[in-house]
Structure formats: structure tokens, C-alpha cells
């Protein structure tokens, strides 16, 4: 059994082995001409992510061997690399200058090899790694809610704009968080449709929060910890509802997580002068 199981990740990975660097390394370069070009033009990551979209869907296409055909069938899987793809670009313009552009740049291709490399594993909902990927995932989907969240502020983005925008993504990175629900019973229609309602109602709370923010001195950084504070601990109640693992000492562990980052955006706030 474990020799069939090591053959069988031995397919999935060595024939598109060097297609995920070759993804990470154009995004790289993409992230490095959007930051370091004046002027600086969005069209840049635009294009970027449109590769990254194509490359992620084609690397995945492949690693399922045929699963996947009709043209629909990778979106879930094209989630977190295009909305990180941008959502990382539009954070380190705001974050980075001079030299460490370049550096930037090259973290960020890593941590895009990162995310396809946890999107293949996702694949196989049977290989010994997919909880691997899933995690990898997971920590992907934090980190990009977390720079939208940042990015919004960076921009000045109105309130409702803002509000609703916030509300809107949070609710498609928890779906992506809540993907992995599915595999539980009940009937897979049901099951789709549950996932979906969290996601929409953790989006809706994500919004209030954001909105309740503009009477709430916290903004930048501050107000990004904030709102993920609510997107995290939303979600990962939904997740552990929705797998029949939700339990006091779970619900104890969120309001222990939720108390210690409020209090760290209340003393990051003090400690800021006000």
C-alpha cells in the first residue's frame, strides 16, 4: 500500500515539476517591474496575474489527470494565487522602497510557488500530503485577506466602497477556507450550498466590522489586524461547524486568540500616540 501510495505521488509531481517555478519566477518578475517602474502602472500586475491565472489553471489541469475539463473546474483551485497575485502587488508598493523592491519581489515568487504547490496537493483528496496543502492554503488565504485589508486603507478607498469591497473578498477567501468542508457529509448539494451560506454571512460580518471602523480611531496596519481578527475567527468557527468539530474548548481557543489580537491592536494603537 505504501509503495502504491509513493508511485502515485511520484506521477503527480516529477512530470510538472518545473512548471511552478517557471510560474513563480514570471510572477517575480512581474512584481519587480511593477514596483521598481516609474511610473508606476497597474497594467503591470494586471498582466501579471492574468499569467498567473492561465499557469495556475494549466499546472493544476495536469496534476489532476484529467479530472478536471470543463472550463469551471479549476476556479476554486485559481482563488488564493490570483487574489494574492494582486493583493501582495498592491501591498508592497505601499510597503517597500529602494532595493528591498527587488528582495520583495523575490519573496513573493516564493511564496506564489508556495500556494500552487499547496493547490496541487489539494487535488488528491486521498494523497498523504493533502493536509499539507491544505494548510499551506490556509496560511495563503490569511496572509492575502490581510493585505487587502491593508491595501484598501493604503488607498483611500471610500467607506461603502470600502465596506462592501471588504465583504465581497472576504467572503470568496472563505470559501476557499471552507472548500475543504465539502468533503464531509451531508449530500453534496447541501454540502455546497451550507459552505457557500457561511462564507456569505462570515463576508457580511467582515463588512459591518469594516464599516464600524470608520468611528473607530484605528487605521493602516492596526485596522488590517483588526478586521482579520473577525475573518479569522469567523471562518475558522465555520470550518469546525461545518466538520462536526466545533466544541467549547474550540470556541475557547478562538476568544483566547480574538482577546490576545484585540489587545495588541489596542496597545499598538496607544503605543502609536493616540
Known sequence: MESASSTRLGRISLPQAGRIPLVAAVYALGVALFLTLEPTRSLWLIITTLVVALGSDGIVRSYSHGAFRAPLDTAPYLLVPVILSLAAGFFLE???SGYWEILAALVAGGLMAGILYGECLSVDVESPLYGTG???LNIATYLGAFALYAVMYSYDVGLVAAAVGSGLLS???AAEILRETELMPPPVGQRSLRSLGFAAAIGLIV???RWSLYFVPLEGFLAA???LLFFYVASGIAQHHLTGHLS???VTE???VASIGLLMVILGRW???G
Request: glycine fraction near 8%; avoid cysteine.
Open 254 to 256: 478562538y476568544a483566547l
Open 248 to 250: 467549547r474548548p474550540v
Open 271 to 273: 503605543l502609536g500616540g
Open 94 to 96: 505601499e510597503t517597500v
Open 225 to 227: 489586524v483588526f478586521l
Open 207 to 209: 463588512a459591518e466590522a
Open 171 to 173: 467572503a470568496v477567501l
Open 134 to 136: 491544505r494548510f499551506i
